[in-house]
């Protein structure tokens, strides 16, 4: 398959983990459509629908004035977005497993309402005047966008800067190597004006502030980004998405759905969702 010289190559954090960690698994997320709904394809679980609802949670209140986020009970939020992925609908294979990923999303809710630090201060938002991600045009020669979706603009007046920061909600740290700060940052350089003057992780259920990470050099993160994109470029022109290993972690759940062996759960915007079944490994 080759792709029309006039038509942008659309990169994220995302597709460039899932690129990186499998070309497969790549197509499967973010290029293959079932032939049948003409839907992408993705496979719901626990530390999934985890992450989802206490990200939602926080997504509600970054639009709220800040003297604003607390007024109604941040619990409450996060018990009405919880009903959103309950039973089958977070993967969840029984109660006791549903209930156990739930209080450590009631963990980390506690723990911003304790030590909200910056949920205290002024935000932005980068905005969009269409329903699509913020972008901006990473590259024109190559005709590549950028684009993506970042958790939390702190606001500095005393400086008139920026803070960002992402929420995780997983168990182990975010990889040394991750790019997704750095393209973070690339990304809110480019959609406003202000400067960023730190990039934070805030691992929820175990720290009680954001964790600050060390500025990369903005011209070595522009190549080392860009050489990955042309890579991606170059795999969606020859259409060969050929997973390494002949099947690896991140590919077969996925192939599993292509198969038809996976249980559809329902259909979330341009996504149908599915959970993988017991015993389909064995």
């Known amino acids: 398959m080759r792709i029309s ?7 994220s954090y995302s597709q460039i983990r899932d690129f990186l960690n499998c070309p497969r698994s790549y197509f499967l997320k973010h290029v293959y459509k079932d032939p049948r709904s ?4 993705n496979i719901i679980t626990p530390p999934l629908a985890l992450g989802n609802t206490v990200h939602d949670v926080l997504e509600e209140i970054s639009t709220l004035g800040a003297n604003k986020r607390f007024e109604k009970s941040l619990l409450d939020r996060y018990e009405s977005s919880w009903s959103r992925v309950t039973g089958e609908l977070g993967g969840f294979r ?31 938002k980068l905005r969009s005047p269409d329903e699509l991600p913020p972008r901006y045009l990473f590259s024109t020669e190559e005709n590549i966008l950028l684009c993506g ?5 702190e606001y500095s007046s005393e400086d008139d800067s920026i803070h960002i920061i992402d929420f995780k909600t997983g168990i182990k740290d975010e990889d040394s190597n991750s790019l997704q700060l750095a393209i973070y940052l690339l990304l809110v350089k480019n959609c406003q004006k202000r400067s960023v003057k730190k990039i934070s992780y805030w691992y929820l259920e175990r720290e009680e502030k954001p964790r600050e990470m060390i500025l990369p050099d903005l011209e070595e993160l522009y190549e080392e980004i860009l050489q990955i994109a042309l890579r991606i470029k170059k795999l969606k022109q020859n259409g060969k998405y050929i997973c390494s290993k002949n099947g690896c972690y991140a590919c077969e759940p996925l192939e599993v759905v292509v198969s038809g062996k996976a249980e559809y759960i329902k259909t979330s915007g ?13």
Do not use: C, F, H
């Not at 979706?149 to 603009?153: A, E, G, R």
């Open 94 to 124: 029984n109660t006791e497993e549903e209930q156990t990923y739930k209080k450590r999303g009631e963990t980390m809710i506690r723990q911003v309402i304790i030590s909200p630090g910056p949920l205290l201060n002024k935000a932005v």
């Open 270 to 282: 341009y996504q149908d969702i599915y959970i993988i079944p017991d015993g389909i490994y064995s």
């Open 5 to 11: 010289q006039s038509y942008p190559l659309w990169i």
């Open 149 to 153: 979706k970042v958790d939390w603009l």
């Open 38 to 41: 003409g839907k992408k394809i």
